[in-house]
């Protein structure tokens, strides 16, 4: 399905408002697609919305098709009767309303849901039973997972003591599915409560003209139910150990490349059964979303492996991906969904290619245009109608910060190309972006609202600060909305112009 010209804003939902230490789809959310809607954008672009393990990213997730418990609101909790609203004082969410504090999330949420579901699995039990008809192709897997995480102590299920349970057996899955039947109904209903909130603010957002954007990573999280469940999907050994794992070789950027630690598909496996995984797997997002980004889209045409062990990225190879008999296929077989894909880094002449027969939009980044070394094809006049124009993504600087960072060869470039002398390179940025021909253009939030380093989302290759930054209420405000409006309107991205196009 093509997209049309108009324009949207990057938020995770993470980064909401709320009073409970994360942002969730409870009011905040309903809000935020108030000021979209008024701010005349088409799309709200988010971040997975799986439940993150290592290191708090949402790109390392226990499932690639569970919600994320952190999101359910609280409020609407105790809206439904499921939780008493004395039962949210007291607790510690966190000493800031701007960060969020992860390891206070994990000490405060869980007991509250759990106790949330004891009350709601009689409440709705024909609700829940249809819930679970409908996700019978991963929760039972999904809920088994995390009760036995939990037994053996939250440890990454390739460490799990027991060689019988770790390998996926059907006798350990039979004993431990009997033995910790009553978590898992309890995890399985606070699966219900998330899809169940998040299906109500889907429907408001298309109410309100909203799209929303979805994020697909490539790869999925050795520490997760997907890998453990389904090991013959990926290279890994008899004790299913990865014999290589993903990555990216050493460029400009770093000496050592990128060590994502991901395991890689056995694609030959997975062709045999035409793709049944990853047709699961997009199904189940085209459930949530509205459009995809297919996050390092160049990985299926080849990909970086490294050996298993190894300490950096270096010694990795290039091995060969499905190309376009996996990409034709989930084309063709979501034919409803917009499809974006991630084709930042350097390209090959066989990427490019594939890009191209693939139909889908690749992205441009503002960021990298304005080097004035070299010519770039992130400079808005190269661009053709079919592909995404960004300032920065989630891994990108703030425009603030880039400003600050940038070399004043680049700044000066910038000044010139834009034919900005008011002093507000910022906004110039994003009105170059705003009239490129780009058929639909992007920004972060904290574009917007001229944020700098404080507020940037996610830092590639370190730990420990990401993933945390929080809207502030009142910080998306009526004056931003109009103000947004108005450059909307002007290069014919509104609302109104895309119906006008329909």
Known sequence: MELKRSSGILLPIS?????????????????????????????????????TSYGDSPYQSFSTFAGNPYFIDLDTLVEQGLLEKSELTGIDWGKSRRYVDYEKMYASRFELLHLAAERGLKKYSAEFRAFLSENSSWLPDYALFMAVKKHFGMKAWSEWPEEAIRLHRPEAVEKYALKYRDCIEQLEFIQYLFFSQWHELRE????????????????????????????????????????????????????????????????????????????????????????????HFRGFESFWAVPYGEKN??????????????VGRLTSWFSNVRFIAEDLGILTPQVREMLKESGLPGMKVLEFAFD????????????????????????????????????????????????????????????????????????????????GAESRMNTPGTLGLNWQWRLLEGEASHALAEKIARITEIYGRSKEEEKGDA
Request: charged fraction near 20%.
């Open 15 to 51: 980064a909401l408002p709320s009073p409970h230490g994360i942002g969730t789809l409870g009011k905040a959310a309903y809000n935020f697609i108030d000021f979209l809607a008024e701010a005349q954008q088409s799309w709200w672009q988010i971040l997975p919305v799986g439940p």
């Open 204 to 295: 408001y957002a298309r109410k309100k003209g909203i799209g929303i954007i979805g994020d697909l990573p490539i790869y999925v999280a050795m520490d997760s139910a997907d890998v453990w469940a389904a090991p013959e999907y990926f290279l890994l050994d008899e004790n299913s150990i990865p014999t290589d794992v993903a990555g990216v070789p050493p460029d400009y950027f770093s000496e050592e490349g990128q060590l994502w630690g991901n395991p890689l598909y056995d694609w030959d496996a997975m062709k045999k059964d035409g793709y049944g995984w990853w047709i699961r797997r997009v199904d189940g997002s085209a459930r949530l979303f509205d459009a995809l980004r297919i996050d």
């Open 313 to 326: 990225a270096v010694k990795g190879r290039w091995l060969k991906g499905p190309g376009m008999d996996l």
């Open 372 to 451: 004035p070394s070299e010519p770039s094809s992130y400079l808005p006049h190269t661009y053709g109608i079919n592909c995404i124009c960004y300032t920065g993504t989630h891994d990108n600087a703030p425009l603030v910060q880039w400003l600050e960072e940038a070399s004043p060869e680049e700044i000066g470039f910038a000044e010139e190309y834009l034919g900005q002398d008011d002093g507000d390179l910022c906004w110039s940025i994003i009105r170059g972006g705003m009239r490129s021909v780009a058929v639909l253009f992007v920004a972060q939030l904290q574009d917007y609202l001229e944020l």
